[in-house]
């Protein structure tokens, strides 16, 4: 995840890269001073979360979040401050959490995991995929797909609103988004919000148990061990 951090404070800004070198996946693209340079640094470096304190000099992060939000592809934000009373502000400006100082690991971990939810989520619902209907070509947004199959010919998109067919290969939805699905068996891909768990059938078959689907489709042995670690947080 690409970060921008954002606080007047040198010392609180050098500790919050620190933090974040022991963070998987965290990558500080910037580390600004103010309010005005961290709108600049969004535009800039397009960064998924800004780490943004709230009491800086000229615009506070309160003022920075509300121009955000104007913005096409706004990151997500993680107020880190040392005042309580800013939190329901916060909120309401849709932050995805609100981290007292001194920030600790623990809850800097879960920032960022709850972030990180929160924009694949937003990612989700305008991504699409490219389905067939009677010929004509038709959209379907990412988060209606409860699962994907493949067989010879065609890839199914299944949904709740009813199947669809689409001429992409499995092969190419997965390289098109390749954090949104996970591969259970060679014919089925599922989107990793929707995988809630795993079922094992008294004969031993390993099954994948769908938000939103009654269908089970089977886990094989070769990609058991990934999904198991995906289910894990890894």
């Known amino acids: 995840m690409r970060i921008l951090i954002a606080d007047d404070e040198p010392l609180a800004r050098a500790r919050l ?29 397009r960064p998924e979360l800004l780490l943004l304190d709230i009491a800086m000099p000229g615009l506070d992060g309160i003022g920075v979040a509300r121009r955000l939000a104007a913005l096409p592809d706004p990151p997500q934000l993680v107020f880190c401050t040392a005042y309580e009373e800013h939190a329901l502000a916060a909120y309401e400006l849709r932050a995805a959490d609100y981290l007292l100082k001194p920030v600790r690991i623990e809850r800097l971990r879960e920032a960022l995991a709850r972030a990180q939810a929160l924009r694949r989520r937003a990612s989700s619902a305008t991504a699409t995929l490219l389905a067939q209907v009677h010929g004509a070509p038709l959209k379907v947004r990412l988060d209606e ?90």
Do not use: M, W
């Open 17 to 45: 890269a620190v933090l974040l070198r022991d963070c998987e996946g965290a990558e500080v693209v910037a580390s600004v001073g103010d309010g005005e340079a961290a709108l600049a640094a969004c535009v800039q470096h």
């Open 145 to 234: 797909v409860l699962y994907l199959t493949a067989d010879d010919k065609y890839v199914t998109l299944h949904r709740a609103a009813g199947d669809l067919l689409s001429e992409q290969s499995l092969k190419a939805i997965e390289e098109a988004f390749p954090d949104r699905f996970v591969r259970v068996h060679r014919a089925c891909l599922i989107p990793v919000e929707r995988l809630l768990g795993l079922h094992r059938d008294p004969d031993g078959t390993v099954r994948a148990l769908i938000a939103g689907s009654d269908t089970s489709p089977e886990v094989s042995r070769r990609n058991l061990p990934a999904v198991r670690r995906l289910l894990r947080g890894g």
